[in-house]
């Protein structure tokens, strides 16, 4: 039976196949007889930026040229930057610190700042620099005050902010490195009726803004015993912690951002400067 069924199917295949063959010459003859080729269709697309072409990408950052002017025997460069990828301080495994106090101005401070330039002229090169990663000026002095004709504008150095966060132990009676151009300790604890009130000194040296400035600074305090903080002071922070004994060392932890500089020198077209 399995025979005869198999047997019967091949010639169903077959008649099938003869049929379709006779339908093709009768309405095609010799001309529907046609090899078909495959054909491979290929699509052009523009590639995605996120920048336009009169900015300038620098790592997370967008830098927008405004202008070049000339005031009191200088070229003055205006630019502006936009963070298109925030870099912030690194998180903490607890974010939620009652006691986390920032040390420093948080605005204006961007994740690039650009340093050293230098302006391309027909009579030769003028170095320029930014004061520090908060302007947006750059400043060429002219060679007899005088702008000659401008060919094109190269940065040759800027800095970019990386996070990080960490955890440091300071004694009562020691003073301990926090951060490049920090330090900090235990000024003094004064006993209240139903609390301690511990000042912490932040002791800063004179540093470059471009070299050494870690940007904005978050200090938090860790461990038990501790409730809240009266904040930023003239000198540091004053924390409130119970009665019951200080921890020595006591337990801080600090947020924020080293610049790290990057000798990649980036090529500005001269259109971009807008000069009339």
């Given at each position: ?28 003859g ?7 080729e ?23 950052t ?66 320029g ?64 009726t ?80 807008r000069?009339?």
């Open positions: 039976m399995t025979r005869r069924r198999l047997a019967l199917a091949f010639a169903g295949l077959v008649v099938g196949a003869g049929a379709a063959l006779a339908v093709l010459l009768a309405f095609g010799e001309e529907a007889a046609v090899t078909t495959a054909t491979t269709t290929t699509t052009t697309t523009t590639a995605a930026t996120w920048v336009d072409a009169d900015e300038v990408a620098l790592g997370p967008v830098m927008v040229i405004e202008g070049l002017t000339v005031e009191g025997g200088e070229a003055v460069l205006s630019y502006a930057l936009f963070d298109i990828n925030p870099v912030v301080p690194g998180s903490l495994r607890e974010p939620d610190d009652l006691t986390s106090v920032g040390l420093t101005r948080l605005s204006e401070e961007a994740a690039v700042a650009p340093e050293a330039w230098t302006l391309i002229t027909a009579e030769g090169e003028i170095p620099t930014t004061s520090s990663p908060r302007a947006r000026t750059a400043r060429f002095e002219l060679p007899g005050g005088v702008l000659p004709q401008v060919l094109g504008l190269r940065l040759d150095r800027w800095w970019m902010r990386l996070p990080y966060s960490y955890e440091a132990l300071v004694p009562l009676n020691a003073v301990v490195a926090l951060d490049v151009g920090y330090s900090v300790a235990v000024g003094r604890v004064l006993e209240q139903d609390s301690k009130i511990v000042q912490v000194n932040l002791i800063t040296s004179g540093f470059s803004a471009t070299t050494a400035d870690p940007g904005v600074l978050f200090l938090a305090v860790r461990g038990e015993g501790w409730s809240f903080t009266s904040g930023r002071t003239s000198t540091g922070l004053q924390l409130v912690h119970d009665l019951t004994p200080l921890p020595d060392p006591i337990l801080f932890a600090a947020r924020s951002a080293y610049w790290v500089a990057f000798d990649r020198p980036v090529l500005i077209d001269a259109g971009v400067l000069l009339e």
